[in-house]
């Protein structure tokens, strides 16, 4: 079957007025005015409108689908205290039926809100006896119709055995293996959690076997001193130092990286997720995105875990990306909404090394393709699409999702699941989770305001 997507906008990513994507499987075969097109394919079903924008779907580059339960829980932590207070405790209590169930809640929230591709890390702490957890992510996100990025956040403190995981990245792998839309990272929790044997192991298995890395790196000031009084060097000099970097490497949040660490990043063409919204919740900081976009760093977007952003809407943090560089900078040039798209686009496909088969709309990519609805009040007057997109839209307006050229959402729902079924199986499982984890007090403290006091 041939689709035509058309759109008053096309943004591919040069702004094409009045045109059209024509896809045929799961690839774009032609991009130009719609005229022409639906000249060319009178036999195409015609998508959009003349109204619409239709860009590339956006590239997450970083979550973490392991909180998609515990979503608005302990806000009013900074980062460490966040993980003692909440990760940790919950993250030995995942199962790949929990898993399952989160990414089903957030993998929804981002396909209405343009995601075609998620760079995840699952976070938990399996028993040395239990079953692999991190399937559950691949088959939720085949059920939905999500292009995935996956990784199982490795880490051996706290007295969990090297071999378990291994074991973990071993299951996530042959997962993947077996799926249609996902692929395969080491993920790294983070070096502070490892100690020096088991990430001698993460980049033998990395490295040795030919696979790219998902890492949080410099997130907090905090994290910079642990790893230098530790290593004598900073979480980017080590990983360098030990050859992390030879392999494709993502590291988010990139907050407290100085001058060396970005020449060194630049160096080894080092990609970095922007995570402006879950930045600012925990109080990290503010990136140095404009500085390491001037040393031709590949720099995407993130929207973080669902309990660090909390919201998994995409079209928010774009925006937050772009507003926050403005505020920081105090200066309205400081980042474009042309910018800032592409960060949400193809600057995201580079920073996943991805560039060649998704991020723009070109004939032979992947049809990977968003439509925001022209009909409505919100987007009834573009004057600069790039500027409606990133200031103006709204999740209500993604109208269609298509990934590798299946229609993951549709008149503004997804096509693979029924979400109020969804949210409706998710509950017991989300309070019995919090229960188990010993949790049930901060959604408490949360809701009476008296954390703070």
């Known amino acids: 079957m041939t689709v035509l997507i058309r759109g008053g906008w096309v943004l591919a990513p040069e702004a094409i007025a009045d045109g059209a994507v024509v896809v045929e499987g799961a690839r774009i075969v032609e991009v130009g005015p719609y005229a022409d097109l639906v000249a060319r394919y009178p036999g195409a079903e015609v998508h959009g409108s003349a109204y619409d924008i239709v860009s590339p779907g956006f590239v997450n580059t970083h979550g973490h689908f392991s909180e998609g339960l515990i979503t608005g829980i302990a806000s009013d932590y900074t980062l460490w205290e966040w993980i003692c207070a909440l990760i940790n405790p919950v993250s030995s209590h995942l199962d790949r039926g929990s898993a399952y169930l989160g990414t089903l809640l957030s993998g929804i929230q981002m396909l209405r809100s343009g995601v075609t591709t998620a760079n995840d890390m699952f976070v938990c702490h399996p028993a040395d006896d239990a079953a692999p957890v991190t399937p559950g992510v691949v088959d939720a996100l085949e059920e939905l119709g999500l292009r995935g990025v996956l990784s199982f956040g490795a880490g051996d403190r706290g007295g969990r055995s090297i071999g378990r995981q291994v074991e973990e990245h071993d299951a996530l792998r042959e997962a993947v293996a077996s799926s249609t839309l996902q692929t395969f990272r080491v993920g790294i929790g983070a070096l502070g959690g490892q100690s020096d044997e088991m990430f001698a192991a993460s980049v033998e298995y990395a490295v040795g076997g030919g696979h790219g890395v998902h890492i949080h790196v410099q997130e907090i000031r905090e994290e910079v001193t642990a790893t230098f009084e530790r290593t004598g060097r900073t979480v980017v000099g080590h990983c360098a130092h030990e050859g992390l970097f030879a392999v494709p490497t993502l590291a988010a949040h990139c907050v407290w990286v100085d001058r060396a660490d970005r020449a060194l990043m630049a160096e080894h063409r080092v990609g970095v997720a922007h ?167 901060l959604s408490v403290l949360a809701g009476s305001g008296s954390a703070g006091s």
């Open 275 to 441: 995570n402006p919204v879950a930045n600012m919740i925990l109080a990290s900081g503010v990136a140095p995105v404009t500085e390491m976009r001037q040393l031709g760093i590949d720099v995407g977007i993130g929207v973080d875990g669902a309990a660090s952003n909390d919201s998994q809407d995409f079209l928010q943090a774009m925006k937050s990306a772009a507003l926050l560089a403005r505020v920081h900078h105090q200066q309205a040039t400081a980042m474009s909404a042309r910018e800032a798209w592409e960060m949400a686009t193809i600057g995201g496909a580079r920073a996943l090394r991805m560039e060649a088969t998704i991020g723009t709309l070109e004939a032979g990519k992947q049809a990977d393709v968003v439509v925001l609805d022209g009909t409505g009040p919100t987007l009834a007057n573009v004057h600069d699409p790039y500027q409606a997109m990133v200031f103006v839209a709204g999740s209500r307006e993604v109208k269609e999702v298509w990934v590798g050229g299946r229609a993951s959402l549709l008149d503004f729902e997804v096509t693979a699941v029924d979400p109020g079924e969804v949210a409706a199986r998710s509950r017991p499982v989300a309070a019995d989770l919090v229960r188990r984890a010993g949790l049930p007090h």
